[in-house]
C-alpha cells in the first residue's frame, strides 16, 4: 500500500500542524510504510538540515516540497500544483487534512482510482453544536464539509467526541479515532527535585485558551514561588496581552514570556518543566480537541492539568498521569499546591505520564491508521 499525504500549510512555520504532520510522517517511516509527505516550500536551508535543526530527526523522511514562491500562502495555486504532481504519482491511498483540497482529491479518486481519507481536526457542519459564532470563511468551510465529507472514503478523527459529531450528520462514512501522537525520548532524565515552573505551551489564541482564568490560578495559589512559563509568543501583540495580564493579576515577577521555537529547541526548556497546564475554554468545538501540547508534556513525563474536556478524557486519567478539572481557580490552584507539596507523588504522576507517551506515541498512531486502511479496504 502506497499513501500519501497532503497539507497545505508551510513547512517549516511556527504552526502546531508543522509538527503534527512531521512527526506524524515518522512514525510512518519508522513502520516502514511506503509514505510521501507533500507540503510547501517555506525556507531557503535543505530538507536535511530543516529535519535534524528543527526537529531532531537525523535520517531522511520522504518529502516532496512545494515550491511556490511568493504565492505559496495561496490555497488555489498550491492545491493545482499538488493535483499536478499527484496526478503523475503512483499510490493507493491519498490522505489530506484540507477541505480545500478535496474537490482535487476526488477528482483524483475518480482518474487513478485510489481511496480518498480526510483527516480532521476541527468540525464545522453544525454551528450549534460546534458552539463558537460563525465567520464568513467558517460559513465557507461548513458548506465544504457538507458537499465533500460524504463522498470521501473515510475519516481520521483526533477524538472520540469528534467522531460522534461527524456520525450524527454522516452516518454511512467509516470512521477512524487516531488521537495526536506523542514524541517519546529516547532516556528522559528524572527529575530529583522540583524547578517551581509551571509551564503552557502553544497558541496564545484567547479564543480558544482562557488565559484570564489561568492568571486568576496562580493569583490565588498559596504556592508563591512557582512561575509560569509561556511558550509560543508570535508577535508583539502577543508579548502585549500577556504583560497585561501580569499586570493585572501582579504577577509580572512570576510570569516569562518565551517566543514560539522550533520542537528541538522546546526539548531543552522541557527539563525545567514541572507541570503542564491546558485551560481551554469549554465549549462544544474545543470538546473535540487532542491538543498537541498535552502530548508534548506527556512525551517528558510532565503532568498535565488541563480543562476538563471530553476529548481528553482517554487521554488523561485523574490523578495517575494527570487532572481533567472544571475550569474553577480555587481547584486548580488546590491542585497544584499539593502537587509541590509531595515529591513523591508527583514522581509517580510523572512515571505514569511516560507510560502514556510509550502508548500513544507516532509510530503507534502510524500503524493504526495503516491497519485500518489495511483492512477496510483489503489491500
Not at 499527484?86 to 491511498?93: G, R, T
Not at 481511496?115 to 460559513?139: M, N, W
Not at 458537499?147 to 467526541?161: F, H, L, M, Q, T
Amino acid at each position: 500500500m502506497k499513501i500519501k499525504y497532503f497539507h497545505h500549510g508551510l513547512w517549516p512555520s511556527n504552526s502546531p500542524s508543522t509538527t503534527f504532520i512531521t512527526y506524524n510522517a515518522l512514525g510512518f517511516i519508522h513502520n516502514k510504510i511506503d509514505f510521501e509527505l507533500i507540503t510547501t516550500k517555506n525556507s531557503k536551508r535543505l530538507t536535511d538540515q530543516i529535519l535534524k535543526k528543527d526537529f531532531d530527526i537525523h535520517h531522511g523522511l520522504n518529502i516532496h516540497i512545494i515550491k511556490a514562491g511568493p504565492l505559496k500562502r495561496k490555497h488555489l495555486v498550491i492545491s493545482i500544483f499538488a493535483y499536478f504532481y499527484l496526478l503523475k504519482s503512483n499510490f493507493d491511498i491519498l490522505i489530506t487534512r484540507n477541505l480545500h483540497f478535496l474537490p482535487y482529491a476526488l477528482l483524483l479518486r475518480k482518474q487513478k482510482n485510489i481511496k480518498v481519507i480526510f483527516e480532521s481536526h476541527d468540525f464545522f457542519t453544525d454551528e450549534k453544536l460546534r458552539g463558537i459564532a460563525y465567520d464568513t470563511s467558517r460559513k465557507k468551510l461548513q458548506k465544504r464539509e457538507k458537499k465533500y465529507i460524504p463522498k470521501v472514503d473515510a475519516i481520521i478523527c483526533v477524538s472520540e467526541i469528534q467522531k460522534e459529531y461527524y456520525k450524527k450528520y454522516y452516518p454511512k462514512n467509516n470512521f477512524l479515532t487516531a488521537v495526536t501522537g506523542i514524541k517519546t525520548p529516547k532516556t528522559p532524565k528524572q527529575k530529583k527535585d522540583f524547578f517551581y515552573n509551571v509551564a503552557y505551551i502553544g497558541s496564545f489564541n484567547d479564543k480558544i485558551y482562557d488565559f484570564d482564568f489561568l492568571f486568576s490560578v496562580f493569583d490565588k495559589m498559596s504556592e508563591k514561588e512557582v512561575n509560569l512559563i509561556l511558550i509560543g509568543a508570535r508577535n508583539r501583540n502577543d508579548y502585549k496581552f500577556i504583560q497585561g495580564l501580569s499586570k493585572k493579576y501582579h504577577l509580572e515577577k512570576r510570569v516569562h514570556i518565551v517566543k514560539w521555537i522550533t520542537p528541538t529547541q522546546l526539548e531543552d526548556i522541557k527539563k525545567t518543566i514541572d507541570i503542564g497546564v491546558v485551560p481551554m475554554i469549554i465549549n462544544p468545538r474545543n470538546q473535540i480537541c487532542s491538543p498537541l501540547k498535552v502530548m508534548e508534556y506527556l512525551s517528558v513525563g510532565i503532568p498535565v492539568i488541563a480543562s476538563k474536556l471530553r476529548g481528553l478524557e482517554n487521554i488523561i486519567t485523574y490523578e495517575k498521569d494527570g487532572f481533567l478539572l472544571e475550569n474553577k481557580k480555587e481547584k486548580w490552584a488546590s491542585i497544584i499546591d499539593n502537587i509541590y507539596q509531595d515529591f513523591g507523588k508527583y514522581q509517580k504522576l510523572s512515571t505514569e505520564a511516560l507510560k502514556i507517551a510509550q502508548r500513544l506515541s507516532w509510530d503507534n498512531r502510524a500503524k493504526k491508521i495503516y491497519d485500518f486502511l489495511e483492512t477496510k479496504f483489503k489491500y
